[in-house]
């Protein structure tokens, strides 16, 4: 029967919670007690070696070389990728060319192959002239000198991650709606004032997350390169990758500073939207 009493407040009611989704939350609560237990109990993982080793010289040279490899590739990639997605987005035709030729060849190629071919320039190219083609170089360059492990691992690091970041930075440019362009050039505002003010801020919200997964994917691209052993560490995890003390702990590590970055990807949109309003001020030609 209808309770007609008006004491009873509906909008606090709560709804019983269902036989399946208390089943599956007590499941997930055996799993993750069986996974602890797993990594806590095994002594198999050696934890009192991880953590010696942990912390020692070789691997913090590794971490900090994998850092600056990842900076310095994305800065690259984004560079690039930022440059071709408006190449593919102009009237230009030969430039519309050259972006899709680059797409292709370094979307197409495994990174490793890549990372094989610059560091093995010198081969094929044993001195890199600097000057106007077909004529008498100006600076002859030795590729051995300037084409060390670590710029092979930038250069074929950044040039994969140009061509990924130009997909991402073009899907971006192209979720801002053609109406903004108008408005722009509407209150006289010339292209170079209508990307910066208008319409990058505005892609960057569609950027940025995807942006951040790249950041992650290449602090994991970045284990891919090998040392050279008088050099030293070219990559974190690759600090030695025997199946050896110092390999465990860097690759603890490696997963320490992998899943840091992962929590900054999915709280950095966010940030950034919330900058981003904060910074609006209302427009005096709409007022």
Not at 40 to 65: A, C, H, M
Not at 239 to 254: C, E, K
């Amino acid at each position: 029967m209808y309770n007609s009493d008006a004491s009873v407040d509906v909008a606090k009611a709560i709804q019983p919670r269902s036989p399946a989704k208390i089943a599956t939350s007590a499941l997930i609560l055996f799993f993750g007690l069986g996974l602890l237990a797993f990594l806590v109990f095994n002594p198999r993982f050696e934890w009192d070696i991880v953590g010696k080793y942990l912390f020692s010289t070789t691997v913090l040279q590794g971490l900090k070389t994998t850092v600056v490899l990842t900076a310095l590739a994305m800065v690259i990639g984004v560079v690039i990728g930022t440059i071709m997605a408006l190449l593919l987005l102009s009237d230009f035709r030969p430039g519309r060319w050259l972006a899709s030729v680059y797409l292709w060849a370094f979307r197409a190629t495994p990174p490793l192959i890549q990372l094989i071919f610059w560091y093995n320039l010198a081969y094929l190219v044993p001195s890199i002239p600097i000057g106007i083609p077909f004529m008498e170089p100006i600076w002859v360059l030795d590729a051995n000198t300037y084409i060390t492990p670590f710029v092979a691992a930038m250069l074929g690091l950044g040039l994969v991650e140009g061509a990924y970041m130009t997909e991402i930075v073009r899907a971006g440019l192209q979720s801002v709606d053609k109406s903004q362009h108008d408005a722009a050039k509407a209150i006289g505002m010339v292209p170079r004032q209508s990307f910066f003010r208008i319409i990058l801020p505005q892609a960057m919200r569609f950027i940025l997350p995807p942006a951040g997964n790249q950041v992650i994917s290449m602090a994991k691209s970045d284990l891919t390169c090998q040392r050279d052993r008088d050099e030293g560490s070219v990559a974190f995890c690759a600090a030695d990758l025997q199946p050896n003390v110092r390999g465990h702990s860097a690759a603890v590590g490696g997963c320490d500073l992998v899943f840091g970055a992962g929590h900054y990807v999915d709280v950095l949109p966010e940030t950034y939207r919330a900058s981003l309003l904060t910074r609006l001020q209302p427009n005096p030609y709409l007022s």
